[in-house]
């Protein structure tokens, strides 16, 4: 496969402006794996190098990155002595590499310490950046309503649970009108929980799916995942969008552990992110 230098994620990573300030060391805390610089950011970075001229139309008066879940900026991999920029930092050095800056980055995190790491080392980076401290599913409100008219905005949801995947959260978002969507949905917790659907002691998936409940009573617990996964592409279709092929990632054992999943309104955007994700592996999940 060919190369593509411009990305970002093609080159060493770059020095850390702020190594003082906190890192992500992933979910439980001992590093982060290898795939979410191999695939999760180099998809983002491929995407937005894919998009450059299209998000730089003059149709649009800005294009802004909107991040709820936007860690510290900046990741220390496991078993590495070194440390890697982190998504929201992929994103904007990418915008700028390929010539198509963000005009306005809007970041948020429950962690202050991360909220704040990971403004100062985008603003260090040249970004104009807005940080917002809280639940991702209220950030948002404060982050819709500094987007100005006319704007383009790409829109990357990484939380590291499932059940923060909060439909609300996407329908607020979803107001915006030209908007696209990548989102790390994780298809092992998907998997764990629906498990245990049924059983009303266990509401995560209301969050992620409201109503699902009634529209799949009839459905055998074996058929409930693929059921459940299109249930909620059908919630998310419901509010005018149109999907992109989801690229599955895997873990070092070759299993299924998330997917990172696109939508838009607009062909243009969907037809990119099919070119970026062409993938050969066979997803669990085909759709
Ligand atoms: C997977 S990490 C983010 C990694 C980052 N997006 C990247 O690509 O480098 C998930 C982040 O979500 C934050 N978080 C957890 N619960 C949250 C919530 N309810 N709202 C917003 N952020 C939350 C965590 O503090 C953590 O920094």
Redesign the pocket.
């Known amino acids: 496969m060919k190369t593509n230098t411009r990305l970002i994620l093609s080159q060493p990573p770059e020095a850390d402006t702020h190594p003082d300030l906190v890192l992500?060391r992933g979910k439980d805390g001992d590093g982060v794996r290898d795939w979410?610089w191999r695939e999760?950011?180099r998809l983002l970075a491929t995407y937005i190098d894919a998009a450059r001229s299209a998000a730089k139309s003059p149709k649009f008066s800005h294009w802004i990155y909107i991040?709820?879940?936007?860690?510290?900026g900046r990741?220390q991999g496991r078993d590495e002595s070194f440390t890697r920029p982190?998504?929201?930092m992929v994103a904007w050095r990418q915008s700028q590499i390929s010539n198509a800056s963000f005009d306005q980055v809007l970041i948020?995190?429950?962690?202050k310490s991360?909220v704040d790491a990971c403004q100062a080392r985008l603003a260090a980076a040249g970004c104009k950046v807005k940080a917002f401290q809280g639940?991702?599913e209220d950030t948002v409100n404060d982050m819709i309503r500094a987007v100005p008219p006319r704007s383009l905005c790409l829109v990357?949801i990484?939380?590291?649970n499932l059940s923060?995947l909060s439909y609300q959260m996407l329908k607020a978002l979803a107001s915006l009108p030209k908007v696209d969507f990548v989102v790390h949905f994780s298809t092992m917790d998907w998997l764990r929980n629906t498990a245990n659907a049924t059983n009303p002691a266990y509401p995560r998936l209301d969050e992620v799916s409201p109503g699902w409940r009634d529209r799949l009573s009839g459905v055998s617990n074996s058929s409930l995942p693929v059921a459940l996964f299109n249930d909620w592409y059908a919630n998310i279709e419901a509010l005018d969008f149109q999907f992109a092929k989801a690229h599955p990632i895997f873990n070092n054992t070759q299993h299924e552990i998330y997917k990172l999943v696109f939508f838009a309104r607009h062909p243009l955007p969907i037809k990119l992110w099919g070119d970026v994700a062409k993938e050969k592996n066979r997803s669990l999940f085909e759709d």
């Open positions: 992500d979410v999760k950011h991040d709820p879940f936007c860690g510290a990741m982190g998504g929201a948020g995190d429950l962690d991360k639940k991702a990357y990484d939380p590291y923060l």
